[in-house]
């Protein structure tokens, strides 16, 4: 018999939307990962609400998990809210934990650096306290292990304008210097998260969960197909890819973000010209999609198989 692997020490990032939540339920439940804690950051809801929101998340798990509330606002720009009514909130109510004194970057920084070169890091918002971290620690892209960004299109119209990702256009500043630090960093945008779209079926085995999401999937489930809304697994995604690499197939190419204000801010595009001697990143750009969806199912509700 193979022995298995050793789990893979993960620390999370999240802004507290209900694809975070499901995100954290498959990372939790994965024997492939541990994650040794979590920092929550503006985005879908503000840090607080992000940080609530993944304690009760946690708190319906029994798992315990420091969180680290972080970020309250991009590093030079106004916050913008992706959902400023807090959905997760309503449907998961508060928690009775609270978050832990130090601020998310600092708990960041100081776990990396407990585990020079093994910490992944997956980052489902803004990229905020990563950013802040890489400011105070410029050694940082040495020290951290894998790092897996949901945020970013290449290809097709943007979540938040006609050419940007919302993590990515919800602070450009940061995403640019994260991109271009040199980090080992795989980049899981929009180009292959909306190819993985749940099913009928999908939806079917989610709700045989007893925990509040199982109820949401029941009611998706039954709900005819075409009176369904998109719900691409944005945030699911990435975290499959964490677990399984192979679940996509990338390209490496220098990334940059457009930084000016208008139209195109938030955008991001690939220089594979190697004129800028920028360090590279790995763009995902195919998806195994009945295999992805499988992985998050079984990683969602263990015992299905």
């Known amino acids: 018999m193979t022995p298995q692997a050793a789990p893979v020490p993960v620390l999370v990032d999240t802004d507290g939307g209900l694809d975070d939540a499901l995100a954290l339920v498959f990372l939790t439940r994965s024997p492939a990962v541990d994650v040794v804690a979590i920092g929550s950051v503006h985005g879908n809801v503000p840090a607080e609400a992000a940080a609530r929101n993944t304690l009760r998340v946690l708190e319906l798990l029994e798992t315990e998990v420091p969180v680290a509330q972080g970020a309250t606002a991009p590093l030079t720009r106004e916050v913008h809210y992706r959902h400023p009514e807090d959905p997760v909130g309503r449907l998961l109510g508060p928690p009775a934990a609270k978050p832990v004194g130090e601020p998310a970057a600092a708990q960041l920084l100081r776990h990396v650096r407990a585990r020079p070169g093994e910490l992944a890091l997956l980052m489902l918002g803004p990229l905020t306290n990563l950013a802040l971290a890489l400011q105070r620690e410029p050694r940082l892209p040495g020290l951290a ?3 897996v960004v949901m ?5 097709g119209d ?13 602070d450009p500043e940061a995403a640019d210097q994260v991109l271009t630090a040199g980090f080992d960093l795989t980049l899981v945008g929009l180009d292959v998260t909306r190819q993985v779209q749940p099913t009928t079926g999908w939806l079917t085995a989610l709700a045989q969960d007893p925990l ?8 998706l489930a039954a709900a005819p197909t075409d009176q369904r809304p998109p719900m691409p697994l944005h945030d699911p995604l990435a ?3 964490l677990a399984r690499p192979d679940l996509v197939s990338c390209r490496t190419t220098p990334v940059r ?7 195109a801010r ?3 595009r690939a220089d594979s010209s190697g004129r800028g001697g920028q360090p590279a990143v790995q763009v995902a750009e195919d998806v195994h999609v009945e295999q992805a969806l499988d992985v998050l ?3 969602l509700v263990p015992g299905l198989r």
Do not use: C, Q
């Not at 945020?151 to 290809?155: D, L, M, N, Y």
């Not at 938040?160 to 990515?168: D, R, Y």
């Open 145 to 147: 292990g894998r790092v």
């Open 151 to 155: 945020g970013g299109v290449f290809t």
């Open 158 to 170: 943007g979540s938040v304008s006609a050419v940007a990702e919302t993590n990515i256009w919800s």
């Open 212 to 219: 509040p999401w199982g109820g949401f999937a029941k009611l």
């Open 239 to 241: 975290a499959a890819v």
């Open 257 to 263: 973000v457009e930084l000016a204000e208008g139209a």
């Open 266 to 268: 938030g955008r991001t």
């Open 297 to 299: 199912i079984e990683g």
